[in-house]
């Protein structure tokens, strides 16, 4: 059986088992914030993925421009990019002409499908990322999201995005790619607005996710968004903001993540001992942040023994 006939099995079981009142309850209430003229994100929850808030816990934004709607992420299902879809509609009747992906994690981009194929743009390594590991992320999302994943599938970007500017129904758009969340990050700042659009390279009062990144490149990218003169940042997730605190803070979250395990590494700690624990009271308050702590710790300490013992082995 294949992997889209045994979710319909499952999904179908589902289904059957919920009263009939509850049908038509996946609704995300999505609800467009203006943070600039022109510009609209739906701000997600600082929560993990659970089947009470369908796994509404990205940011995503669009921007009305004269030659029609330019997306940025488009959430964690289709029923998400659906309903992200009928609210722009409710706003405008221009088309949507471009969507950027900001990376290749499944809540920013198994809405893709609700879009143009023509229009879904990424950076080659997201593209990438996500033809290898999308099926994986949709088990995964149907897992824990179960009903409000229903109908979702991977639309992997076909358009590759490369630095530099583009203009979009007079909105001038940089296009910057990076490193360090993830191998394919890319961030969109609209220099009409000085919004920027920075993805999962910044989060905001929730402990960020770690399982594709790379420390030293994550804080250099940081280093190079915290030069930039920018009216409004959006991060992957948390509010819309101005000024660099959440900037700062996600590389205070990366600092010390980064030193703690590779000390408790070059300790000869092992990863019970380092996963009970706990978080510097300065990052105690941000959402789920024990839950990525230990996600973190059991996605990064292994290859930090494996290492310590190399090291070892050579002396």
Sequence with gaps: MTRAALRAVLVAALLHAIPAHCADAWDYALQPQEIAPDTWVFVGRAEDFTFANGGNVVNTGFVITAAGVVVIDTGPTVRYGQQMRAAIRRLTPLPVVRVFNTHHHPDHVLGNAVFAASTVEATAEAAAALRAEGAGFVDNMFR???????????????????????????????????????????????????????????????????????????????????????????????????????????HAWIDWLDAHLRTAAASGRDITEVLRDPVPARFATWGVVDAEYARSVLQRFPALERAELKRADAR
């Design 144 to 250: 824990l999201v179960r009903q409000w994943a229903t109908g979702t599938e991977v639309a992997v970007p076909t358009r590759v995005a490369v630095d530099g500017p583009i203009t979009i129904g007079g909105h001038t758009f940089e296009l910057h790619r990076m490193r360090g969340h993830t191998d394919g990050d890319l961030v969109i700042v609209d220099r009409t607005t000085g919004v920027a659009f920075v993805g999962d390279l910044v989060f905001d009062g929730r402990a960020p996710t770690t399982p594709h990144a790379h420390p030293d490149d994550w804080r250099a990218a940081l280093a190079t968004l915290r030069r930039w003169p920018v009216s409004v940042w959006v991060p992957g997730h948390g509010p819309p903001s101005r000024g660099t605190d959440a900037i700062d803070a996600t």
